[in-house]
């Protein structure tokens, strides 16, 4: 399984671009800078996209995917996601305020963008892989996703606060390669993170206390703004396991 990771941050500036993965060439996790990563001709072999949330650091890029594959001889981008993230795409994404209704675009009949939904905790088949949404908490309706190959398992938990059961599946999947979680604020930000449900380097240790396999771990979704503070603390806590920061534009298989 092969993960590209085109963004790898909470936020935008010129050298930070927000959270996109690549999967096997042609499935999108999560949207925040696709069209900034990949050239045109790279982006016209994404056929679809699966949403962890609605917000706009995880879905800024799809309009302008759209845009730049739009008449493409195929059936329309898919994008799928979980009934509630399903519902804040319709009222303020594809509305006719935000960006035209490209599920209605050319006609209803032939979309240019087809929302599919997925049940959460169901596993589901897509381009080969087998993906299942898992609850996370965070301020709004949040799913990470286990992603297996039949050989592979990689844990991506999304954005989430201190939470549960996504590491109850991380400790019992089989043949797991790789958890990716979140660090957001530096602890001096605690009381942020903890109204915004993100984590600091000091709750990202009792997160990782849950885990109970010996996997690489990475991070992502560092806040432009405190990178190098984040690094500096998170090099100088005593985190249960080591981490690795994943770094932008890196190729990584599991």
């Known amino acids: 399984m092969k993960w590209h990771v085109l963004g790898s941050f909470g936020g935008s500036s010129p050298q930070c671009r927000m959270t996109s993965f690549l999967i096997d060439d042609e499935l999108a996790l999560d949207a925040g800078s696709i069209t900034q990563a990949l050239p045109i001709e790279e982006q016209r072999r994404i056929r679809r996209v699966v949403l962890t949330h609605s917000?706009?650091?995880?879905?800024?890029?799809?309009?302008?995917?759209?845009e730049n594959t739009f008449n493409e001889p195929r059936d329309g981008l898919e994008i799928l996601v979980?009934?509630?993230?399903?519902?804040?795409?319709?009222?303020h994404l594809f509305n006719n305020d935000t960006w035209?209704?490209?599920?209605?675009?050319?006609?209803?009949?032939?979309?240019?963008?087809?929302?599919?939904?997925?049940?959460?905790?169901?596993?589901f088949e897509?381009?080969?892989?087998?993906?299942?949404?898992?609850?996370?908490?965070?301020a709004v309706p949040t799913h990470g996703y286990l992603v297996e190959d039949g050989r592979a398992a990689v844990l991506f938990t999304s954005d989430t606060g201190p939470t549960v059961e996504v590491w109850?599946?991380?400790?019992?999947?089989?043949?797991?390669?790789?958890?990716?979680?979140?660090?957001?604020?530096?602890?001096?930000?605690?009381?942020?993170?903890?109204?915004?449900?993100?984590?600091?380097?000091?709750?990202?240790?009792?997160?990782?206390?849950k885990l109970r396999r010996d996997v690489p771990v990475f991070l992502y979704h560092l806040k432009p703004?405190?990178?190098?503070?984040?690094?500096?603390?998170?090099?100088a806590t005593a985190l249960p396991c080591p981490v690795e920061e994943l770094r932008q534009g890196e190729v990584y298989s599991f």
């Open 168 to 209: 109850e599946v991380a400790n019992r999947v089989p043949n797991l390669r790789a958890v990716i979680t979140e660090v957001s604020f530096p602890n001096r930000l605690q009381s942020v993170a903890d109204e915004s449900l993100h984590l600091t380097p000091q709750t990202l240790a009792g997160e990782l206390a």
């Open 225 to 235: 703004p405190f990178v190098e503070e984040l690094r500096e603390e998170l090099a």
């Open 126 to 138: 897509v381009n080969g892989l087998r993906l299942t949404a898992i609850p996370v908490r965070h």
């Open 82 to 91: 979980t009934p509630q993230v399903l519902r804040a795409v319709q009222v």
């Open 55 to 66: 917000h706009l650091d995880h879905t800024a890029s799809i309009p302008f995917l759209v």
């Open 100 to 123: 035209p209704d490209f599920t209605r675009i050319p006609s209803h009949l032939l979309p240019a963008v087809r929302l599919t939904e997925v049940t959460p905790r169901t596993p």
